[in-house]
């Protein structure tokens, strides 16, 4: 069946089986993610969510099922082209922000762009726009242990969207906040992310989370219980 490029999925698992030694934690994922939209994918604990995601991701490469991006095989590309894409059209933001604790809210969030090769004026320039964007401004010269944990959600959100990517993968992302924060840092990232067009691949096991989302998969004992695809 030929399908137009309107219609091919940005990101595609199928069948993904994955196993560490003993432990398998994928027997059977399959996802179809397009360009900008939000999908979630709900589970318990130990489900195989966030494996899921690091092999969407290029972080982790599955034992088998292909992962395609667009029509680029991920799962056999080489290291270099996975730290091409993550540093230009994929972005991660995971529980804790994982922000660089040497570095300013600024600098954190100027990096990618740095490692692009946007000068350092300039990143900074594009980076307090972002951290303006997200309420975090005023914290632009702060470091991560001096910031609240919505507060360096929020950096680590700018961090993720500066480059303009094309899919945000998001594990848990509210997982260290209180309920009030989580839903404030909720509605900041699907708002930015529904402006640039950004894909967000969301991993929760939280249903109040997983409402931001259009759709939802669920995954349950390492297989997708089902494969939605959008209208
Ligand atoms: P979830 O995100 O749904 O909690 P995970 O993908 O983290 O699920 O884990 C699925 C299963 O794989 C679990 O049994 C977990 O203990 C195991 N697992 C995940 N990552 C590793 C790893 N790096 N080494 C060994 N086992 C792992």
Not at 77 to 99: I, M, Y
Not at 213 to 218: F, K, P, V
Request: net charge negative; aromatic share 4%.
């Amino acid at each position: 069946m030929s399908t137009t490029t309107a219609e091919q999925p940005l990101l595609t698992a199928r069948e993904l089986c994955k196993a560490y030694g003993s432990t398998t934690a994928l027997r059977g994922a399959s996802v179809e993610l397009h360009a900008g939209e939000i999908l979630a994918v709900t589970g318990p604990s130990g489900s195989g969510k966030s494996t899921l995601l690091h092999c969407m991701a290029g972080i982790v490469r599955p034992d088998r099922g292909p992962v395609l991006y667009r029509d680029e095989r991920l799962d056999h590309a080489p290291e270099v082209r996975l730290s091409e894409l993550r540093r230009t059209e994929f972005a991660v933001v995971f529980q804790f922000g994982q922000l660089i604790p040497e570095l300013t809210s600024v600098d954190n969030v100027s990096l990618p762009l740095v490692l692009g090769g946007t000068s350092r004026r300039a990143a900074q320039e594009q980076a307090r726009t972002w951290l303006e964007r997200f309420g975090v401004l005023d914290r632009a010269e702060a470091r991560p242990g001096e910031l609240s944990g919505g507060q360096a959600q929020r950096v680590a959100l700018a961090r993720a969207l500066v480059t303009g990517p094309k899919v945000v993968f998001a594990d848990e992302p509210t997982g260290a906040l209180d309920s009030l924060a989580g839903e404030q840092v909720m509605n900041e990232l699907t708002i930015a992310a529904r402006e640039l067009g950004t894909a967000i691949l969301l991993v929760t096991h939280e249903a109040t989370v997983a409402a931001y989302a259009d759709r939802e998969i669920r995954l349950a004992d390492g297989r997708t219980t089902s494969l939605e695809v959008s209208a």
